[in-house]
């Protein structure tokens, strides 16, 4: 029986203080910049648990739940065809959380090389243009609100869209 996917996953923007933000390049899809995006392993794994999994496992960044910022925002969005064969037959959304994760300038970034084929650091709008998915690069232009929110004035909030 496959083993598919489950159309839940996490999306971590990982950014220094100054702002500068990871992006990486998926090893299959040269040109397609991102954050560290991936699903749950399992219906019951805990979201941070899913989050801190794939920042490890993509960047070699090892990291507590307590270092992860959960954004309570979700978005919903048609997977790409390319990538539909990875899930059940009949499904076309997957449901992404969105957490930051605030790392000190410097910090060494090793990649799964099956999964990514080079990283760079890019000041935040830069990063937000060069991203291949429209959720990241809309998170990623909130970053200095959501890192910042005492001094914006926001507070955390669930969002959906699709």
């Known amino acids: 029986m496959p083993v598919y996917k489950i ?3 996490v999306l971590v923007v990982i950014h220094t203080p100054e702002l500068d933000v990871l992006l ?4 299959q899809n040269p040109g397609f910049w991102q954050s560290v995006t991936g699903s749950k392993d399992s219906l019951d794994e805990p979201l941070i648990e899913t ?3 794939e920042v490890w496992e993509e960047t070699g960044i090892k990291v507590a739940a307590d270092h992860l910022r959960d954004w309570q925002l979700s978005n919903v969005y048609d997977i790409y065809a390319t990538w539909r064969h990875r899930y059940a037959p009949g499904v076309l959304k997957n449901t992404e959380h969105v957490f930051s994760l605030q790392v000190p300038r410097g ?3 090793v ?5 990514h084929r080079d990283f760079m650091w890019l000041p935040w709008r830069e990063a937000a243009d060069r991203c291949f998915s429209p959720s990241n690069a809309e998170a990623i232009l909130q970053l200095p ?3 910042a929110p005492s001094l914006s004035g926001g507070a955390n909030q ?3 869209t699709s």
């Open 107 to 109: 910090t060494e970034v």
């Open 51 to 53: 989050a801190m999994r």
């Open 145 to 147: 609100q959501r890192v």
């Open 111 to 115: 990649l799964a090389p099956r999964e």
């Open 158 to 160: 669930t969002e959906t």
């Open 7 to 9: 159309p839940e996953s």
């Open 24 to 27: 990486i390049e998926r090893a």
